[in-house]
């Protein structure tokens, strides 16, 4: 799930550049445009001069994309429902680790002093509440080596029985 619903939210996130014309994100160099494969000429010319446009990254850090709020998430110790949590990631082998935080002084706090073992775990954050762009950006200048993505956690949340955070979600261990 974990993988999941990382990857619907990195979709919903890019979701206002879905309207704009399509990109290439991978070639192999032996990619033909979709556009060959249209009649009409005005098409296939609008198509083939937007594949040959530079690979842009979605601006993941977009101020019309704040304030997040996991309404199922709060700071807070984990507890025993950490056992519970365990049992239900045991099923997902091979995740890599998440941790999720929010733009508060505790979650600054732990990220700090947890840092290097983040980043030497390989974890990703989730930044699951934060009122702006400015907040989230001064929460990534406290570990700046480790990846950082501002989006709702209500989906991790309800599929693992948490309700607090900052936590670090590994797949044999719930850590706070």
């Known amino acids: 799930m974990t993988r999941q619903a990382l990857l619907c939210l990195l979709i919903f996130v890019c ?3 879905a309207a704009e014309d399509p990109r290439v994100l991978y070639s192999t160099g032996e990619t033909t445009p979709i556009a060959d494969l249209f009649a009409d000429p005005a098409l296939r010319e609008k198509l083939h001069a937007s594949a040959q ?3 842009t990254h979605p601006n993941l850090s977009s101020d019309s994309l704040y304030p997040i709020r996991s309404k199922r998430l709060t700071v807070g110790r984990v507890g025993d429902r ?3 949590v365990l049992a239900e990631i045991k099923k997902r082998p091979g995740m890599r680790p998440v941790f999720l935080i929010g733009d508060d002084p505790t979650s600054a706090a732990w990220l700090k002093g947890n840092a290097d073992y983040l980043k030497s775990s390989g974890a990703v954050g989730l930044v699951v509440n934060v009122e702006s762009r ?6 990534a200048r406290v570990a700046p080596d480790l990846p950082l993505f501002a989006g709702g956690g209500d989906d991790i949340a309800r599929e693992l029985g948490l309700f607090h955070y900052p936590v670090l979600i590994t797949p044999n261990s719930v850590q706070q």
């Open 15 to 17: 979701a206002p550049a």
């Open 134 to 139: 400015a907040r989230f950006e001064a929460l």
């Open 53 to 55: 446009q530079p690979v």
């Open 82 to 84: 950490s056992l519970a």
